[in-house]
């Protein structure tokens, strides 16, 4: 599939989001950037817009074998939202070939006002993490949206604090998801194990082992473990042993 493709709510923008040629003539603050991608942030009539630009799927079969990586971010980011779990809005996407080979694509997604990553809360020690009504309510959503995601046989791959974004209303939101993909079997269950590892990766440092097992019973609707529940908690917590 080569195309691109504005959202009709902002068919106003026409001008810098309407073509794959004019999201990658956008200038702007540049977030990030790797051989593969970059992130910028552009900023009209005061709304501020994350452009996430592709310029490439990989070395060698990648680029002809598989969905290209922004196909995959976009895709599960609108399944977040058709599952009901807070995420940014995709306001324009799409993608491009050359031949049978992938050759570039973007995303492009509007800001989530007020926000801050997990992460960024954590290394700076900040108060919120000691306040108990507060790392409750994260935690039923995280519990919720995570739950949600499993349900539908559906794991992040790459659910780390910095993926989570919490505004100052205290409403948690999940973001960046190019990995996350559906899975059945075996490989479900171990890459639902991983998802739990990886929040349990830094939670471990910054949260009391009280509330890393009121998360989990959160996440299982559960009031007390099962033995299947001790096994897999067995399993998180030694998921990164010996690579950390």
């Not at 452009?51 to 990586?69: E, M, S, T």
């Not at 989570?164 to 059945?184: A, K, T």
Request: glycine share 8%; with cysteine.
């Amino acid at each position: 599939m080569s195309g691109w493709k504005l959202d009709p709510a902002y068919s106003e923008l026409a001008g810098d989001f309407g073509s794959l040629e004019a999201v990658f003539a956008l200038k702007g603050e540049q977030l990030t950037r790797d051989p593969l991608s970059e992130v910028i942030r552009v900023q009209r009539d005061g709304v501020n817009y994350y452009v996430k630009r592709y310029v490439g799927a990989g070395k060698g079969l990648r680029r002809y074998l598989g969905k290209p990586r922004v196909k995959m971010e976009w895709q599960n980011l609108k399944r977040f939202a058709k599952w009901g779990i807070p995420t940014a809005e995709v306001v324009a996407w799409g993608l491009e070939r050359r031949g049978a080979a992938y050759d570039r694509g973007a995303m492009i997604t509007l800001e989530l006002p007020h926000t801050e990553d997990l992460n960024a809360l954590a290394e700076r020690q900040d108060p919120k993490l000691k306040d108990r009504a507060w790392v409750d309510g994260i935690s039923r959503q995280l519990a919720t949206y995570t739950r949600t995601m499993h349900d539908n046989r559906f794991t992040h791959n790459d659910l780390k604090w910095r993926n989570l974004l919490v505004d100052d209303e205290g409403r948690l939101f999940l973001i960046d998801c190019p990995n996350g993909d559906f899975w059945r079997g075996f490989w479900l269950k171990y890459r639902i194990s991983k998802d739990l590892a990886c929040l349990d990766k830094v939670a471990k440092y910054h949260l009391s082992a009280t509330q890393r097992l009121r998360f989990y019973l959160q996440y299982r609707q559960r009031t007390r473990l099962n033995a299947a529940d001790k096994k897999r908690i067995r399993h998180v917590v030694r998921f990164f042993e010996g690579r950390e």
